[in-house]
């Protein structure tokens, strides 16, 4: 099942530089493992927000939830998700 998913993540002022870093650099990490586990199919960025719309594939929507939850930045995201259907002319 496909889902298109975005999320903007609102880290608090009381996090420092280098835990700033670290929490970025495990995000990415994490996005990577993603998707070579074939959850993540794509990533874009929205210019000029801290947000991130993505093509996410996953068995069903607690398997998306589980992926979204291990990313490191995820207690700071707000997160939508829009189930996809395919439409009768690709299918």
Do not use: I, N
């Amino acid at each position: 099942m496909e889902f298109l998913v975005r999320f903007e993540t609102h880290l608090p002022d009381s996090v420092d530089d280098a835990e700033r870093k670290r929490l970025r650099d495990a995000e990415r990490a994490r996005a990577m493992e993603l998707r070579q586990d074939g959850l993540l199919k794509r990533l874009w960025r929205v210019p000029g927000r801290r947000a991130v719309v993505g093509l996410w594939e996953a068995p069903d929507a607690t398997a998306l939830h589980d992926a979204l939850a291990s990313l490191p930045q995820f207690p700071w995201m707000d997160v939508t998700v829009e189930a996809l259907a395919t439409h009768p002319q690709e299918a």
